[in-house]
């Protein structure tokens, strides 16, 4: 029966006609009372997972969210659909804080989002135990891990849920969990008896690409006017330096582009967050700080200018791409700086030394992904204990092959060095020795009568680097920032020097030529009419955006409005057949798009 309820409200509230993956199952498994641990993908549809649930079982869907600047957008996307929403966090008023506690006691929610902190304290809990609960849903589990990428104490406390509400079933969701992760979260928050529903990594519509050369920011601003000149994205950085002085060059070249890090001041983080969701077109430069729980669904490219720290890092920073399942790229640009500054960071942190092993592990894992020469999207989704059959066809080895040479002889050569030099010297040094440039400090050192001094002439400066990048990154050399990044070998290096192993390197790639993923986009809308209405649509939404506060996706993502420039429905029925259009947002909306459908067929008819 919970079933054929299920898909009565899919298909009345949020507009679709059927559900995708255990998405099904998932929802019968919490309206049935049972617990549950899902692992899906970003845009793989979790928030349905507990949405529906919710309005299934009596009483109020509880969710515990890690960002308190997105619940009000959570709540406005919920209230557009006709849910009852709300949330309670600092951000809120006295009298509205005891305004939605008195709806919650009432009974007078279907869902309410807390931060962990505040459902973790006394008089929360209290309240929770004098109201009916439906379900608890924790979101972005993984933070409970401290071994994982984003951990968050507060959440092994969760597990009070359990002993406090041992008849509310909960539902833990993330997207990013290794094997060990799930075990920790498991383990963590009591969900032993939990059914466990793990969907598949894959996501199809993002294109990875990974470059490995000089100038990024030159490569950086070449895909941006080759593929995103007008679209929304996000591009992280490592520093809060490097995201000011990245932010104010984009905007130089006539982006709108805004930083976002955890020195600016919170007022000015939640200007720019919100700029970004309600606005078309405009480009966030980040550090990690920002991005979890970002539910913008029309993020058309994620691009690193600096290396993360792990592949779940890398994963769920991407998997902000293509929410709406259209096609969208996953871009990066990383150097030999890169490789040195986080090696030196893992090396240097205070976490116990089976923490920093393991951190050690997930960065080498990262540096395998990023130096393959193989199908990124295999590598990436064997990572996560799953496999692809065939080479994927939409990452950027598999559109345009890597060479590969075998660089036996230079690495020996660049070892060689090292040694000679005294493994005193960074990276710029010993290539200079190499190359046998005529420098004062060289001859100063007496290394130009060395045996290894020009060896290296053969091999131009960049490519040296790049042999550099792959050896440290390989572990046969390290560099030591507390010696101005002197580099020194490792033990590893021995068996390449005596000749007894052979090394193969990618060469340096250029920017690649291949089909933009726009024109994939482009290509759903059949003819340039349909692009026209297209547009008028968007500009509408926009205006009821602006009008009524909330983020233009809130009202219609772009893949219900496509196939309403397709369609071009006239009435109210032929409205509710588009995928995306339930009868709230029927209600609310429909008299505006179809008044602009309308107009457009007349203008077309006298034109």
Same mark, same amino acid.
């Given at each position: 029966?919970?079933?054929?309820?299920?898909?009565? !409200?899919?298909?009345?509230?949020?507009?679709? %006609?059927?559900?995708?993956?255990?998405?099904?199952?998932?929802?019968?498994?919490?309206?049935?009372?049972?617990?549950?641990?899902?692992?899906?993908?970003?845009?793989?549809?979790?928030?349905?997972?507990?949405?529906?649930?919710?309005?299934?079982?009596?009483?109020?869907?509880? +969710?515990?969210?890690?960002?308190?600047?997105?619940?009000?957008?959570?709540?406005?996307?919920?209230?557009?659909?006709?849910?009852?929403?709300?949330? @309670?966090?600092?951000?809120?008023?006295?009298?509205?804080?005891?305004? !939605?506690?008195?709806?919650?006691?009432?009974?007078?929610?279907?869902?309410?989002?807390?931060?962990?902190?505040?459902?973790?304290?006394?008089?929360?809990?209290?309240?929770?135990?004098?109201?009916?609960?439906?379900?608890?849903?924790?979101?972005?589990?993984?933070?409970?891990?401290?071994?994982?990428?984003?951990?968050?104490?507060?959440?092994?406390?969760?597990? !009070?849920?359990?002993?406090?509400?041992?008849?509310?079933?909960?539902?833990?969701?993330?997207?990013?969990?290794?094997?060990?992760?799930?075990?920790?979260?498991?383990?963590?928050?009591?969900?032993?008896?939990?059914?466990?529903?793990?969907?598949?990594? %894959?996501?199809?519509?993002?294109?990875?690409?990974?470059?490995?050369?000089? #100038?990024?920011?030159?490569?950086?601003?070449?895909?941006? $006017?080759?593929?995103?000149?007008?679209?929304?994205?996000?591009?992280?950085?490592?520093?809060?330096?490097?995201?000011?002085?990245?932010?104010?060059?984009?905007?130089?070249?006539?982006?709108?582009?805004?930083?976002?890090?955890?020195?600016?001041?919170?007022?000015?983080?939640?200007?720019?967050?919100?700029?970004?969701?309600?606005?078309?077109?405009?480009?966030? +430069?980040?550090?990690?700080?920002?991005?979890?729980?970002?539910?913008?669904?029309?993020?058309?490219?994620?691009?690193?200018?600096?290396?993360?720290?792990?592949?779940?890092?890398?994963?769920?920073?991407?998997?902000?791409?293509?929410?709406?399942? $259209?096609?969208?790229?996953?871009?990066?640009?990383?150097?030999?700086? %890169?490789?040195?500054?986080?090696?030196?960071? +893992?090396?240097?942190?205070?976490?116990?030394?089976?923490?920093?092993?393991?951190?050690? #592990?997930?960065?080498?894992?990262?540096?395998?992904?990023?130096?393959?020469?193989?199908?990124?999207?295999?590598?990436?989704?064997?990572?996560?204990?799953?496999?692809?059959?065939?080479?994927?066809?939409?990452? %950027?080895?598999?559109?345009?092959?890597?060479?590969?040479?075998?660089?036996?002889?230079?690495?020996?050569?660049?070892?060689?060095? +090292?040694?000679?030099?005294?493994?005193?010297?960074?990276?710029?040094?010993?290539?200079?020795?190499?190359?046998?440039?005529?420098?004062?400090?060289?001859?100063?050192?007496?290394?130009?009568?060395?045996?290894?001094?020009?060896?290296?002439?053969?091999? =131009?400066?960049?490519?040296?680097?790049?042999?550099?990048?792959?050896?440290?990154?390989?572990?046969?050399?390290?560099?030591?920032?507390?010696?101005?990044?002197?580099?020194?070998?490792?033990?590893? =290096?021995?068996?390449?020097?005596?000749?007894?192993?052979?090394?193969?390197?990618?060469?340096?790639?250029?920017?690649?030529?291949?089909?933009?993923?726009?024109?994939?986009?482009?290509?759903?809308?059949?003819?340039?009419?349909?692009?026209?209405?297209?547009?008028?649509?968007?500009?509408?939404?926009?205006?009821?955006?602006?009008?009524?506060?909330?983020?233009?996706?809130?009202?219609?993502?772009?893949?219900?409005?496509?196939?309403?420039?397709?369609?071009?429905?006239?009435?109210?029925?032929?409205?509710?057949?588009?995928?995306?259009?339930?009868?709230?947002? @029927?209600?609310?909306?429909?008299?505006?798009?179809?008044?602009?459908?309308?107009?457009?067929?007349?203008?077309?008819?006298?034109?």
């Amino acid at each position: 029966m919970s079933s054929e309820r299920a898909l009565e !409200i899919l298909r009345s509230v949020f507009g679709y %006609d059927r559900f995708r993956g255990d998405q099904a199952e998932i929802i019968d498994t919490l309206s049935g009372g049972q617990d549950a641990l899902v692992l899906m993908p970003t845009g793989g549809g979790k928030s349905l997972c507990y949405q529906i649930p919710a309005l299934i079982r009596p009483g109020v869907g509880i +969710v515990v969210s890690p960002l308190i600047a997105l619940m009000k957008d959570q709540v406005d996307a919920a209230a557009a659909l006709g849910i009852r929403a709300a949330c @309670l966090n600092s951000t809120l008023g006295f009298r509205e804080q005891q305004w !939605i506690e008195e709806q919650l006691t009432r009974g007078e929610l279907d869902l309410l989002y807390i931060a962990p902190e505040r459902l973790l304290t006394d008089r929360m809990l209290e309240l929770l135990g004098n109201a009916e609960l439906a379900l608890f849903a924790i979101d972005e589990a993984h933070c409970v891990s401290q071994w994982g990428h984003d951990f968050r104490p507060e959440y092994q406390q969760l597990s !009070i849920l359990h002993e406090r509400f041992p008849g509310v079933p909960r539902v833990a969701l993330t997207a990013t969990a290794d094997a060990r992760t799930r075990g920790e979260i498991v383990a963590q928050l009591r969900l032993q008896r939990a059914r466990q529903f793990v969907a598949s990594f %894959d996501r199809p519509n993002i294109r990875y690409a990974i470059n490995d050369g000089q #100038n990024p920011r030159a490569r950086l601003w070449s895909f941006l $006017e080759r593929e995103h000149p007008e679209d929304a994205g996000i591009v992280y950085c490592l520093s809060r330096s490097k995201v000011e002085s990245t932010a104010e060059w984009l905007a130089g070249k006539g982006r709108v582009a805004l930083p976002y890090h955890a020195g600016l001041p919170a007022a000015a983080r939640q200007r720019h967050q919100e700029r970004f969701l309600r606005e078309e077109g405009v480009i966030i +430069v980040a550090t990690i700080a920002f991005g979890m729980g970002i539910d913008k669904p029309d993020v058309r490219f994620v691009a690193h200018l600096s290396l993360p720290k792990s592949i779940e890092a890398y994963y769920q920073e991407t998997g902000r791409a293509g929410r709406d399942g $259209e096609p969208a790229n996953a871009w990066m640009a990383y150097g030999l700086q %890169d490789v040195i500054s986080l090696r030196q960071m +893992v090396e240097s942190s205070t976490a116990p030394d089976a923490q920093k092993r393991i951190m050690q #592990n997930k960065l080498q894992a990262m540096l395998g992904l990023c130096e393959l020469s193989s199908c990124r999207r295999q590598a990436l989704l064997a990572y996560f204990g799953e496999t692809l059959a065939e080479p994927c066809g939409n990452c %950027d080895n598999c559109l345009n092959p890597p060479q590969v040479w075998n660089g036996t002889e230079a690495a020996r050569k660049a070892l060689s060095c +090292v040694y000679r030099t005294g493994q005193r010297f960074g990276v710029n040094y010993v290539i200079d020795v190499l190359i046998g440039k005529d420098d004062e400090r060289i001859v100063n050192n007496r290394h130009n009568q060395l045996s290894t001094y020009g060896i290296g002439a053969d091999i =131009s400066q960049n490519q040296w680097r790049s042999v550099f990048r792959q050896l440290i990154t390989a572990g046969y050399l390290r560099a030591d920032m507390e010696r101005y990044g002197a580099l020194t070998l490792t033990p590893e =290096s021995r068996p390449l020097l005596r000749g007894e192993i052979e090394v193969h390197f990618r060469k340096q790639t250029r920017p690649s030529k291949e089909k933009s993923v726009r024109k994939k986009i482009e290509t759903v809308l059949e003819n340039a009419a349909d692009e026209r209405l297209f547009e008028r649509l968007r500009e509408e939404r926009l205006s009821i955006a602006r009008e009524l506060g909330v983020p233009p996706y809130v009202i219609f993502h772009d893949s219900t409005l496509r196939e309403m420039a397709v369609q071009q429905p006239l009435t109210p029925e032929g409205l509710l057949q588009i995928s995306g259009v339930g009868e709230s947002k @029927l209600e609310k909306f429909g008299e505006a798009f179809l008044a602009v459908i309308h107009e457009f067929q007349l203008m077309s008819q006298d034109g």
